[in-house]
């Protein structure tokens, strides 16, 4: 990396936060480019052939789009017997200290239900139904991702999901499998059903199901655009999760601020992904070039430096600022999937962010921790969406199911609001289901 791909600068100091808007920056913070709405177009006719076709349509899109020519999805019992037994002995010990962080953390989000007396004689009981079966997408793009199978089936475990399936693109490298990594993590969960099927064609199989796969009630993963647009179509045949996109960092650091940590965290967000959006926001420039006299230094060992540099010189940023409140502001309107906290006062301000997918405080709690090892989920709202959506954690695979049970008396208390509320939507028959209970 050499100065001319530094970090551009955007100078917004003499801006307040009320000033540094969402709406105030928009087009003024870099972001990657996607276009889901247009990846829907290519990806609708791929799932309503599958729901017309079934596995015969998902055969065909896998070889044309994986080189991959299987008869059938499921991965055989005793490839995935084999992958984890071959599994470096080292990556099974932190897949298994992933696993009891990762259910410890999610074990923690179960709602209790507790009934709530609403009168005398009526109560309502909120119950927490998992999904009956779910649908977990492993990507397999650039590189092999085991912990995304730990942080999608772990949560639906805990959740109580009985019956849960991964599908994760098929390899040629691979005997037409997916990755051995993948399989491992899989085996060493109890999860016996996977499939080697990618992309669109695989979310499709999930929600309509086909001869080698149930239907699923909830799909779950990342994945890439395509695998968004199919999450957008799919959505209301199944339920889902965000749709992930290229992944993005935002560090909010202050003078205290340890550059090499910084400069290692926007390299390791930048390695995922050329179209990774790294964003440093700073209220001293002169933090800013120690940070970019360590990119040089640290892009230039990387192993994926190509990537990189073009992550780092495309969709990313040093953003100047007057303070923390403003670089705060900054943040808030850019909302990002991970934002890390590098400031005096690192966990008075965490607590301030509204708008993040997750918040890493302190020097010493990097996004690598999160994505690994932290019991937090790294399935996460990227593209903004953090304005909305959460990310990935028990409540995905469970529904609300409102349980209501009321005595006679409590009925016939309540009656006159119901003729009231019912006469004033001439819904006489609601009025009448009521006093036909309660009439002397």
């Not at 079934?54 to 020519?69: I, K, N, W």
């Not at 923690?108 to 009934?115: D, F, G, T, V, W």
């Not at 199901?209 to 799909?219: F, M």
């Not at 990002?336 to 918040?359: C, F, M, N, S």
Request: charged share 20%; glycine share 8%; with cysteine.
């Amino acid at each position: 990396m050499n100065p001319r791909t530094s970090l551009r600068r955007i100078d917004l100091r003499g801006h307040g936060p009320a000033r540094l808007s969402r709406t105030a920056l928009a087009g003024v913070l870099p972001r990657a480019a996607t276009d889901v709405e247009a990846a829907v177009a290519q990806v609708r006719p791929i799932c309503e052939d599958v729901k017309s076709r079934g596995a015969e349509a998902v055969r065909e899109y896998t070889a044309r789009f994986d080189g991959v020519d299987r008869p059938v999805t499921v991965v055989p019992a005793q490839a995935l017997a084999a992958a984890l037994a071959g599994l470096d002995p080292a990556v099974r010990k932190a897949l298994e200290e992933a696993v009891r962080r990762t259910r410890q953390v999610h074990a923690a989000q179960l709602p209790a239900e507790r009934p709530v007396q609403v009168t005398e004689g009526l109560t309502v009981t909120g119950r927490y139904v998992p999904a009956g079966r779910a649908g977990v997408y492993v990507p397999g793009g650039l590189v092999a991702y085991p912990s995304s199978v730990v942080m999608n089936i772990v949560p639906a475990q805990v959740a109580g999901v009985a019956s849960i399936a991964v599908a994760s693109p098929p390899q040629r490298d691979n005997g037409g499998l997916p990755h051995p990594s993948v399989l491992a993590a899989c085996a060493l969960l109890g999860v016996r059903e996977v499939h080697a099927a990618g992309g669109a064609q695989a979310l499709a199989m999930f929600a309509y199901g086909t001869g080698d796969c149930a239907p699923a009630d909830v799909i779950t993963g990342p994945g890439n655009v395509y695998v968004a647009a199919a999450k957008r179509v799919l959505r209301g045949v199944v339920g889902t999760d965000g749709e992930n996109g290229p992944t993005e960092v935002a560090v909010i650091a202050d003078d205290t601020a340890d550059p090499r940590y910084v400069a290692a965290d926007l390299v390791a967000q930048a390695e995922h992904d050329e179209l990774a959006a790294c964003l440093l926001i700073t209220p001293d420039a002169a933090l800013a070039d120690r940070v970019d006299a360590e990119l040089r230094t640290q892009v230039a060992t990387a192993r994926h430096r190509e990537r990189v540099e073009k992550a780092l010189a495309g969709q990313s940023a040093c953003v100047l600022v007057d303070d923390e409140d403003a670089a705060l502001a900054v943040s808030d309107a850019w909302a990002p999937e991970h934002l890390e906290i590098q400031t005096r006062d690192a966990a008075k301000l965490a607590a301030r962010v509204t708008y993040a997918g997750a918040v890493f405080a302190g020097p010493y709690s990097p996004v690598s921790l999160g994505d690994y090892l932290a019991g937090s989920n790294h399935v996460l709202p990227t593209g903004g969406t953090a304005r909305h959506t959460s990310g990935l954690s028990v409540f995905p695979f469970l529904r609300v199911v409102n349980v209501v049970e009321c005595d006679r008396d409590a009925l016939a208390a309540t009656a006159p609001l119901i003729d009231a509320l019912g006469g004033a939507e001439d819904l006489d028959a609601h009025v009448q289901a009521v006093r036909v209970r309660v009439q002397s």
